[in-house]
């Protein structure tokens, strides 16, 4: 749930998507001001890549003005200033609808949202910043200390490091309630069958403190000898790639990088097959196996020498076992290709993977692979929004079964006759790339079993 109030008010404050969402409550202090973090890798469904926690701020790792002792000193309170006021006022009746107003002189915002799911909440934030300048002066100032443990460590494995520059955060403590119910019974069926809540009518809550980070604005370090800088322009020119929408050659492109993730997956044996199918559809059941499977690839990827693949769940021991007894080389690969199935399914909403589960038993994915291939292929720019698709794609042996992809189509902003014809919306295109990823992998793995 903080989830979806943090992406909303990043995207209506920065719709190009410099403006970085926290995804979780509990990481929230590691993405304040100066906080060093590190960049997920960026897919065709997620142009603007995420970003991961460090331990660490640039204070941390930066030495004293003597170049002997690393600094660990609080972040003066000079650095930070604060911007203009942000006005956000967020209204949902059957669709999301929104308005941003920017006056001046103030820091404070106010965000206001109700949804059809009777979803609402006020929060009021507070945006700061650190300029530019103070960057460019402290560096003159002090060097990084090349001998910290972090900073060796990451030259070794030649990672970039961001730090943050600019936040949004929660200027009093807010409480955001949300209540889901189900028009009609064909989700709350799916709910009662896959969900561990065995219902669709459900309320959820959640408190957000006095000072917790929303979101953040990172920039890339360049470091050299000690010496250190920021790369002021965004790395492979992510805001354009962002806000490109529908283009040609983007179907070609993701399906190029779909299949070289999923490789790895086409070589498994029948029995690891069975292992990874029922472990990646545990974590879309269950959100508490989906963050423990992505913290333990995680740890893979960043050290795959020294990472814990023990658990506690019969649904993912299995899996952590097979991948524990894997050669170095095979494990990155196996570990890479989990990790962007899980960025995959992220993208997607809770009711969209009940769908896909759903869709599994009724062995039909192999036919919406198919069908969301072809309208990917279509440009929107091209067609207004609207177009068609080969009809004999929708032919389905029951009625549940155009059902199941029609709404799930739907939720990634497509919608679509039984004729074929389709209007789709300008921003859909990561929803259905996150969609096409997803149906590919559990294919794969599905023929394969």
């Not at 790792?61 to 000193?73: I, N, P």
């Not at 059809?116 to 945006?127: A, F």
């Not at 506690?312 to 989990?338: F, H, M, T, V």
């Not at 692979?369 to 068609?388: A, D, M, P, Q």
């Amino acid at each position: 749930m903080f989830k979806k109030v943090t992406q909303s008010i990043a995207k209506q404050m920065d719709p190009k998507g410099e403006v970085i969402p926290v995804y979780s409550i509990l990481d929230q202090e590691h993405f304040r001001l100066f906080c060093l973090v590190r960049r997920k890798g960026k897919t065709m469904f997620c142009p603007t890549p995420g970003y991961r926690r460090t331990e660490y701020s640039l204070y941390d790792v930066l030495l004293h003005e003597d170049d002997k002792v690393s600094a660990g000193a609080l972040i003066p309170t000079e650095d930070v200033q604060d911007s203009s006021q942000v006005v956000f006022t967020h209204h949902v009746d059957g669709r999301v609808e929104g308005k941003l107003h920017l006056p001046v002189n103030s820091a404070n915002t106010e965000v206001h949202g109700s949804t059809h799911w009777s979803k609402e909440g006020s929060i009021k934030l507070e945006k700061k910043y650190i300029p530019v300048a103070k960057f460019e002066s402290l560096k003159t100032e002090r060097k990084i200390n090349m001998n910290h443990s972090f900073i060796e460590q990451l030259k070794k494995r030649q990672q970039n490091l961001y730090v943050v520059y600019e936040s949004v955060e929660a200027s009093e403590e807010t409480s955001y309630e949300e209540t889901n119910r189900t028009e009609g019974s064909f989700m709350a069926q799916l709910y009662a069958k896959f969900s561990t809540k065995g219902t669709r009518d459900c309320k959820q809550s959640i408190t957000i403190p006095k000072g917790c980070i929303i979101a953040f604005r990172p920039m890339q370090l360049t470091i050299q000898d000690g010496s250190w800088g920021i790369y002021h322009f965004p790395e492979d020119n992510i805001q354009t790639f962002a806000s490109d929408g529908f283009s040609c050659g983007k179907s070609e492109a993701l399906e190029k990088e779909v299949k070289a993730k999923y490789q790895i997956f086409s070589k498994l044996s029948v029995d690891l097959c069975v292992i990874f199918l029922k472990s990646i559809k545990a974590v879309m059941r269950n959100r508490n196996l989906f963050q423990e499977l992505t913290q333990k690839m995680e740890a893979v990827l960043d050290e795959p020498d020294n990472c814990d693949l023990k658990t506690e769940s019969p649904d993912l021991k299995d899996l952590l076992y097979s991948l524990q007894d894997s050669p170095k080389g095979l494990l990155l690969k196996l570990a890479e290709a989990i990790n962007y199935t899980l960025y995959a399914l992220d993208e997607l909403t809770e009711d969209q993977l009940l769908l896909l589960l759903e869709s599994l038993e009724e062995k039909i994915v192999t036919q919406q692979l198919r069908l969301v291939k072809s309208i990917l292929e279509h440009s929107i720019e091209n067609t207004k929004g609207c177009f068609s698709v080969d009809a004999s794609l929708l032919s389905f042996s029951q009625e549940k079964e155009l059902k199941i992809t029609t709404v799930m189509l739907e939720m990634s902003g497509v919608k679509i006759q039984k004729n074929g014809s389709a209007e789709c919306e300008l921003e859909a295109f990561s929803s259905l790339a996150a969609l096409y990823a997803s149906l590919y992998v559990l294919d794969l793995l599905n023929t394969l079993d």
